[in-house]
């Protein structure tokens, strides 16, 4: 019996494999070197969060854009001469207002605004105080 083709056979079966191997090989290597890559950009990514936010802290409050009428500003202005909350008829009172029911109510939608935009707190019913 000759064995020669059998031999044949098997050196090119192995030739496939090795090269199959070879070019699987060539191809961790592409993906290992892609995934360091990724990973040293997902870990410069978790730097710039943390020094992101550690930096907000120090930024200044950016005001939201009070609604234009003159009352606004004295209105904060109001509480920023006191330390506790104030109800409507006190504000009407620090801006000089009649106490008539029409300027309570007024000066109440105003600081109901205000509460909306996040610059004052309404504590209880009524009582709104500064952020």
């Given at each position: 019996?000759?064995?020669?083709?059998?031999l044949d056979a098997l050196d090119l079966q192995e030739d496939a494999a090795r090269a199959l191997a070879d070019d699987l090989r060539a191809q961790i290597d592409d993906l290992q070197t892609?995934?360091?890559e990724a990973e040293?950009?997902?870990?410069?990514?978790?730097?710039t969060r943390k020094t992101v936010t550690g930096l907000a802290d120090r930024l200044p409050a950016v005001a939201p854009d009070l609604p234009e009428?003159?009352?606004?500003p004295r209105i904060l202005a109001a509480f920023n001469h006191t330390t506790g909350p104030l109800r409507a008829k006190d504000v009407c009172e620090a801006l000089g207002h009649e106490l008539l029911p029409k300027n309570i109510e007024g000066t109440r939608a105003k600081l109901k605004r205000l509460v909306k935009l996040r610059?004052?707190?309404e504590?209880?019913?009524g009582?709104?105080?500064r952020k």
């Open positions: 019996m000759n064995i020669r083709p059998l892609r995934l360091r040293m950009h997902l870990e410069y990514l978790t730097i009428h003159p009352d606004y610059i004052l707190t504590a209880d019913t009582n709104f105080a």
